[in-house]
């Protein structure tokens, strides 16, 4: 059925040929004009996320200038404070990029620890063969960049004294960690070697339970705690700086406390 | 052969490099206060209080952390250059001393009283002087309790002294409050008394006495 606004007479259509013309000048116009403003409007989106990420570019330049400034603060003698056992949290408190529930246990009989880079004894390590390495014990507190913190104690070996047993290179600038949860992570080899950087693998004289990292954890009393991944499966010695899961999003890398 | 120097530089009540340092310290107070409630949000002090998005500085826990963090420079070396301009100028002796508690009562008295006359903008009465050396001595503690909190291992002696992580954080927190709290009169009386805000942006009335000081010489 025709639409009842329709004329029921047509004008002719030779008016129309006789505009044309003009109707497509119009057009023309109209392109011009709409491209335009088209083209401000982008240069205008353009513009604004440029000034965004400029400005996200500039606070991580200074982000960077603050690792150096941190590295700078950092004493590799000096101890954090420690704390009496009867101040330890049991269990920890867990925390991740996900929920609890998501959690994916790692079956500690076939895991296995994979070193990469500037290591001379690339052979992967067992969970065995970790726990005949000097182990040490430490009740420190640990600091989230959230404000929350608790006291724990962690059991393992320093990671100082793994990196001599593969007779890794010490000058190297950085120490990198992949894990079973998808975290890389990343540290200054100056911390690498602090005394109370541990390759956890107990918490409060326990085997790691599974949300905390089992079979194999860092944990350092100089960092806050996005900087302790945990599920460990992999460990790379390396001069070109590696990032990490959360430092990607624009956290501070060196991440000192 | 000694000139007047008081003809060739008239001292004004806020020289240009205060006025400078003044509104640097502004946009410092601006992005600490709002990066800092961003960061307070991801476990707050006080259960219940939030600060809106809308007040925040950084969409996100991340970026009022690295705004935090940028700003800290700005407000440490300009309140620092402040400082010791004050100190070595004379300024800081000149604005905010002596004070004394009888002015202090009575400025009281006459704010409660509606008399909030300010015809001489170089002379501060006794309840302002006590409102900057508040807030210069709670800007020097938010710079110290914020060191104590960025580096709580390596400066551990400064946190255990003043009792332990968490309080170093309150009085973070606290700090800023009086901050906040100053800063809300001080705007809400720059804006009954315009007069005071126009002079912080163009110098404002000329003050008597040497432009120079003695030792240089002086007719």
């Known amino acids: 059925m025709k639409s009842p606004f329709r004329p029921t007479k047509l004008p002719d259509p030779r008016i129309l040929d006789d505009h044309r013309p003009l109707i497509r000048s ?41 690792d150096r400034v941190q590295g700078a603060l950092f004493d590799p003698t000096k101890l954090a404070p420690t704390y009496p056992a009867s101040m330890v949290l049991k269990p920890p408190k867990f925390n991740a990029y996900y929920d609890i529930t998501e959690l994916k ?8 620890l994979e070193l990469a880079g500037r290591i001379n004894d690339k052979r992967p390590w067992t969970a065995e063969r970790l726990a005949t390495l000097p182990q040490v014990d430490m009740i420190i507190r640990h600091i989230c960049v959230e404000g929350w913190d608790y006291i724990g104690e962690w059991s393992g070996p320093t990671l100082r004294s793994f990196l001599e047993r593969v007779g890794a290179d010490l000058k190297a600038k950085y120490v990198a960690f992949k894990t079973a949860d998808d975290y890389p992570s990343s540290i200054d ?41 945990k599920w460990i499966t992999a460990i790379e010695v390396t001069n070109k700086y590696p990032g990490g899961y959360w430092e990607n999003l624009g956290e501070n890398w060196f991440g000192g406390i | 052969m000694s000139i007047d120097r008081t003809e060739i530089a008239p001292r004004r009540l806020h020289p240009l490099s205060v006025r400078v340092m003044h509104w640097t310290n502004a946009a410092a107070m601006f992005i600490m206060i ?23 500085l950084g969409s996100w826990a991340v970026p009022s952390l690295l705004w935090h963090f940028a700003g800290m420079w700005l407000l440490a070396v300009n309140g620092l250059a402040y400082l010791l301009y004050g100190v070595f100028t004379g300024r800081l002796r000149e604005r905010m001393l002596p004070i004394r508690w009888r002015d202090v009562l009575q400025t ?51 946190v255990a002294l003043l009792g332990g992580f968490q309080a170093v954080r309150l009085e ?48």
């Open chain 2, 108 to 158: 009281v008295r006459d704010t409660l009283h509606l008399r909030i006359e300010h015809d001489d903008l170089t002379v501060y009465n006794a309840v302002q002087k006590l409102l900057y050396i508040v807030v210069i001595v709670a800007g020097i503690s938010q710079v110290v309790t914020g060191l104590l909190i960025w580096k709580p291992v390596q400066f551990s002696t400064g």
């Open chain 2, 172 to 219: 973070h927190f606290l700090g800023m409050t009086v901050i906040v709290g100053f800063v809300v009169v001080h705007v809400a009386l720059s804006i009954l008394v315009p007069r005071t805000l126009w002079a912080m942006l163009s110098g404002g009335p000329r003050l008597p006495g040497p432009a120079v000081r003695p030792s240089e010489g002086q007719t």
């Open chain 1, 189 to 229: 080899m100056a911390t690498a070697l602090h005394p109370q950087t541990l390759l956890a693998t107990k918490y409060a004289g326990e085997t790691l339970a599974d949300p905390f990292g089992y079979p194999l954890r860092l944990r350092m009393a100089t960092k806050l705690g996005y900087k302790n991944p």
């Open chain 1, 105 to 112: 246990p790692v079956d500690g009989q076939n895991w296995r």
């Open chain 1, 26 to 66: 119009l057009e023309r116009r109209g392109l011009i004009r709409g491209g335009l403003s088209l083209g401000a409007l982008t240069m205008l989106t353009g513009c604004d996320v440029d000034s965004s990420a400029s400005i996200d570019k500039g606070l991580r330049l200074i982000s960077a200038w603050n």
């Open chain 2, 34 to 56: 709002t990066s800092g409630w961003g960061i307070y949000d991801d476990y707050v002090i006080i259960p219940g209080l939030h600060f809106a998005q809308a007040v925040r």
